[in-house]
C-alpha cells in the first residue's frame, strides 16, 4: 500500500508578534534610569507652569507668531536659531552615539522614557513578570477584567494628561485648563489632546518595542556612526562559555564551565527581548538592564562582575582603545562651532528690524526744489517686549534729505508700523546713475536698539 506523502510545510512571511514581559532589575543602571525617566517628565509636565514677567515661561504662541522661552522672545524672522539648534541636536545624536553608542536610546529617547513610565503602573496593578504573564493566559474572569480595565483606565487618565500638557507649550495652559473646566476646548485644540493622548497610549502602552525595531530609523543607520571603540554593551563569550547550570560554590574551570550559568535573567529583563549572548544587536538599545541583572546573578554566585558589561569592539579582541579619533574630533569641532554661533546670534540679536521697499512705480522724480527724489516705503517690527520711540536717518550721499510724513516715530511691542520715506538729493551730487544709501533706525530711549537697511537710490546721473 502507498503512503501518502506528508504535506509540505509552510512559512508565514511574517511572523507573529511576541508579547514581552520585562522583568524588573535593580542596580545602578537600573537606577540612572529611572533618575532619567523622572527628570526627563519632570521638565516636560512642570515646564508649562512656570511663570516669567506675568507670562508662561515657555509657551510657543503660533497664533501671535511669537516663541518665548524664559526671557527670549523669538519671531518667525529668527527661524536661522531654530534651524542652527535642529543641526546642533543631529550633531549631539553623532558626537555622544560615536562615544557611548545608544545611550540616547537608553535612557533619554522618549519612547524609552514613556514606556518606562507605563511599564511601571503597569508592574503595580498587576504584579511582576510571572504575574502578569500568568494574568494574560489565564480564563477571563472578573477579576482580571476588574485589574486590566484598572491598568488602561490608569493609562487613559495619564495619556490624556499627557496630550493637555502638550498643547499647553502652544495654548497657555491656564487658558486651556479654564477651556476645559468650561467644555469650550477649539477644534485644533481637541484634535490635538486626543491625537497625543492617543500616541502616547499606542506607542508606549501596546507597541513599546516595536516602535524603536520597526519604526524607529536610528536602530537602522546607527552602524554608520559606530567603529571598532564606540561604547557597547557587551557579553563576554571567552569568560563565559561553555555555559551552564551548576550549583552555587562550584568552581566552574574544574567542572569545565564558563562563568555563564545559562539563568536567562538577561533575556527576561531585556525591553527588547533579544538574547545578549548572541552578539550585538541593532535591536539593542544599550539600556543595560541586562548589565545589572548579570552584576546579580555574578554576586549571588561570588563571581566577578563584568561578564556583560559596557566595552568596545577593540576591548574585547585585546585591542587598544581611542577615545579622541578623527570622527570624534570632526563632530566636536563642528558642535563647538555651532554652538558658538547660536550662543554669540542669541547674545548679540537686536529685537529689531527694518524692511526697506523702494516704490518701483517710478524710478525718480524731481521735485519743485529741483531735487532727485526717491519714495521708500518702511516697516518697522518692533520685537521686544516693550514699545519704544525711535529716530530715522539716512547717509549715503552727500547733503540728502530725508522727509518722513510722521518724524515722531513709536512702535508698540510686538508690532509692525509702515511709513512713508522720502529722499532728496542735488542731481550733481549723484556719483552714479544708482547707488547705495542706509538708513540708520535707533531707539530713543534704549541705546542697544539699532539697526541698518540698505537701499538703492535712482537718479539721471551724471553725463
Not at 472578573?142 to 488602561?152: E, G, P, Q, S
Not at 536602530?219 to 562559555?241: C, K, W
Not at 527694518?354 to 519714495?375: C, F, K, M, S
Not at 516693550?386 to 522727509?403: C, E, F, M, N, P
Amino acid at each position: 500500500m502507498q503512503q501518502k506523502s506528508p504535506p509540505p510545510e509552510t512559512q508565514g512571511l511574517y511572523a507573529a508578534h511576541r508579547k514581552i514581559y520585562p522583568r524588573e532589575v535593580s542596580g545602578r543602571f537600573a537606577r540612572l534610569r529611572v533618575l532619567s525617566v523622572v527628570v526627563l517628565l519632570g521638565i516636560y509636565y512642570l515646564t508649562p507652569f512656570l511663570r516669567w514677567d506675568g507670562r508662561q515661561a515657555v509657551l510657543f504662541d503660533l497664533p501671535a507668531r511669537k516663541f518665548y522661552i524664559f526671557g527670549l522672545t523669538l519671531w518667525p524672522q529668527d527661524f536661522i536659531y531654530l534651524a542652527a539648534l535642529l543641526i546642533l541636536a543631529g550633531m549631539s545624536l553623532f558626537f555622544f552615539t560615536a562615544l557611548f553608542g545608544r545611550v540616547w536610546c537608553g535612557y533619554a529617547c522618549p519612547q524609552t522614557v514613556w514606556t518606562e513610565a507605563y511599564l511601571w503602573m503597569e508592574r503595580k496593578i498587576e504584579g511582576n513578570r510571572q504575574q502578569r504573564i500568568k494574568l494574560d493566559k489565564g480564563p477571563s474572569s472578573a477579576a482580571r477584567i476588574r485589574t486590566k480595565a484598572l491598568k488602561h483606565m490608569i493609562w487613559i487618565v495619564f495619556s490624556l494628561w499627557t496630550g493637555f500638557t502638550f498643547v499647553g507649550y502652544f495654548t497657555p495652559i491656564d487658558v486651556l485648563a479654564d477651556k476645559l473646566a468650561a467644555a469650550s476646548l477649539g477644534p485644533w485644540e481637541t484634535f490635538w489632546i486626543l491625537f497625543y493622548s492617543f500616541a502616547t497610549y499606542g506607542n508606549a502602552g501596546f507597541m513599546r518595542e516595536q516602535v524603536c525595531l520597526y519604526m524607529c530609523p536610528y536602530a537602522r543607520f546607527q552602524s554608520a556612526m559606530f567603529d571598532a571603540n564606540t561604547l557597547i554593551v557587551a557579553y563576554h563569550p571567552e569568560r563565559g562559555e561553555p555555559r551552564g547550570s551548576r550549583r552555587r560554590g562550584i568552581d566552574p574551570r574544574q567542572a569545565g564551565l564558563g562563568d555563564c550559568i545559562d539563568c536567562s535573567i538577561c533575556v527576561q529583563v531585556c525591553p527588547t527581548g533579544i538574547d545578549i549572548r548572541d552578539g550585538l544587536q541593532y535591536e539593542c538599545i544599550a539600556c543595560s538592564a541586562c548589565i545589572d541583572a548579570c552584576d546579580e546573578v555574578m554576586d549571588k554566585m561570588t563571581y566577578p562582575r563584568g561578564l556583560i558589561r559596557y566595552t568596545t569592539e577593540n576591548s574585547t579582541l585585546g585591542k587598544p582603545q581611542r577615545m579622541l579619533r578623527p570622527r570624534v574630533m570632526v563632530y566636536a569641532t563642528i558642535l563647538l562651532l555651532l554652538c558658538g554661533f547660536l550662543a554669540s546670534g542669541l547674545l548679540l540679536r537686536v529685537p529689531l528690524q527694518l524692511d526697506v521697499i523702494r516704490d518701483r512705480n517710478a524710478l525718480y522724480r524731481e521735485t519743485p526744489d529741483g531735487l532727485i527724489e526717491n519714495v521708500y516705503t518702511l516697516k518697522i517690527l518692533n520685537m521686544d517686549e516693550q514699545s519704544h520711540r525711535y529716530q530715522l536717518t539716512a547717509s549715503g550721499i552727500d547733503d540728502l534729505k530725508l522727509v518722513l510724513d510722521h518724524p515722531d516715530i513709536e512702535v508698540a511691542a510686538g508690532t509692525v508700523q509702515q511709513l512713508i520715506a522720502r529722499i532728496q538729493a542735488d542731481e550733481f551730487k549723484l556719483e552714479s546713475r544708482s547707488q547705495s544709501v542706509s538708513f540708520h533706525l535707533q531707539a530713543v530711549d534704549a541705546k542697544h536698539l539699532q539697526t541698518v537697511e540698505e537701499a538703492r537710490f535712482v537718479g539721471p546721473g551724471r553725463n
